[in-house]
């Protein structure tokens, strides 16, 4: 089955606590991004991959870091949470060009 | 800034009329608009597009019009189904950053 997979779907963490949320594909999409999703706000992108070892900063990058160093994978690091990341983040993929997006089925994250 | 806007936070509509949701934005640049559903603990689901060459496009009981003079898209749906109670979201995407912008959101209510 076509999907974006994303680990873990909840977690509470403490502030300045390093952490990491999983991304994996299997449709072999070039493009690949992570979303936060806050009240009022909707979907706000942080950051984006148009491919391996290629990722540019979204709209809210301030405190996030992210890697692709394969294709199908696309982790989003915390390096120090704070609790104004607390929010349920999507991560997305979508082959070149214009194409729908597909989306996992998200992770909240509390920071306390 | 919000380049993308959905100036309804919420609908409500019976069951078998027809349900309209709107979204303005604001870059003449974007060339594809998208639609997304959005159920509780779900990612959200793409439901229909349309690219700027065109101004309409159907699937089904699901229409996506644009109208580039007024920089507005609408999603119109009919009849409408208690099944499609959902937040909705429009997207744009921006072909200078490979961006995909969201709106903040129309939750729909169908009344059985």
């Known amino acids: 089955e076509a999907q974006v997979t994303q680990n873990p779907r909840y977690l509470i963490t403490v502030t300045g606590k390093k952490l990491t949320v999983t991304c994996s594909q299997n449709?072999?999409?070039?493009?690949m991004s992570w979303y936060r999703q806050d009240p009022g706000l909707g979907l706000r992108q942080i950051y984006y991959?148009?491919?391996?070892?290629?990722?540019d900063k979204g709209d809210v990058p301030e405190g996030y870091k992210v890697s692709r160093k394969e294709k199908r994978n696309f982790p989003l690091i915390l390096e120090s949470p704070s609790p104004n990341q607390t929010s349920l983040y999507f991560c997305a993929s979508s082959p070149p060009g214009s194409s729908p997006l597909h989306f996992g089925n998200g992770t909240r994250l509390t920071v306390t | 800034d919000q380049q993308v806007k959905q100036n309804s936070p919420s609908l409500s509509v019976q069951e078998g009329r027809i349900s309209i949701l709107n979204c303005d934005y604001t870059?003449?640049?974007?060339?594809?608009f998208l639609w997304y559903k959005k159920y509780p603990a779900e990612g959200p689901t793409f439901l229909i597009s349309i690219s700027s060459i065109k101004d309409k496009n159907e699937d089904g009981r699901f229409t996506v019009f644009l109208n580039k003079s007024a920089k507005h898209l609408s999603l119109h749906i009919v009849p409408s189904q208690p099944g499609d109670s959902a937040v909705y979201f429009c997207?744009?995407?921006?072909?200078?950053?490979?961006?995909?912008?969201f709106g903040t959101g129309t939750r729909l209510k169908v009344l059985a």
């Open positions: 991959s148009m491919n391996v070892e290629v990722t």
């Open positions: 870059n003449s640049m974007f060339d594809y």
């Open positions: 449709m072999n999409h070039e493009y």
């Open positions: 997207a744009a995407s921006d072909p200078g950053t490979y961006k995909y912008i």
